[in-house]
């Protein structure tokens, strides 16, 4: 059974920085391209960044560019979120899903394309 698990999230100040991880237990991350999403208060799921399988091809929120990177360690079956100079409209939970793709450069951005999600983890950015 595929379970992903975030971590890494809390509270800061505007400005701040923050690096989640997500962690895959039950598969081997490889097969999977990695894609972050958010959900405010009482908003839809967003889509903020995705890695392909590679780690070659990476994709952004234009909310986020130049602020969050996304990185893979597939060794460590982990994928990390580097978030910096938080807003307080980065104000969400985060999740992280997994996307089983055969081509190792593919990434998607919507939600119906992941198969495997993580519970969630809470960031709150204060201002």
């Known amino acids: 059974q595929v379970q992903l698990v975030e971590s890494g999230g809390g509270l800061v100040q505007a400005g701040g920085s923050l690096r989640l991880s997500c962690t895959i237990s039950g598969s081997i991350l490889s097969r999977y391209a990695v894609g972050w999403f958010r959900q405010a208060p009482e908003g839809e799921r967003e889509f903020v960044a995705v890695?392909?399988?590679?780690?070659?091809?990476?994709r952004y929120v234009d909310s986020v560019k130049g602020r969050f990177t996304i990185s893979r360690d597939n060794a460590k079956g982990t994928v990390y979120l580097q978030m910096n100079s938080l807003k307080p409209e980065d104000t969400a939970v985060y999740y992280c899903?997994?996307?089983?793709?055969?081509?190792?450069?593919?990434?998607?951005?919507?939600?119906?394309?992941?198969?495997?999600w993580g519970q969630g983890t809470q960031v709150t950015v204060s201002s």
């Open positions: 890695i392909s399988r590679s780690g070659t091809n990476t």
């Open positions: 899903a997994a996307d089983f793709v055969l081509n190792s450069v593919v990434v998607h951005t919507t939600t119906d394309e992941y198969d495997y």
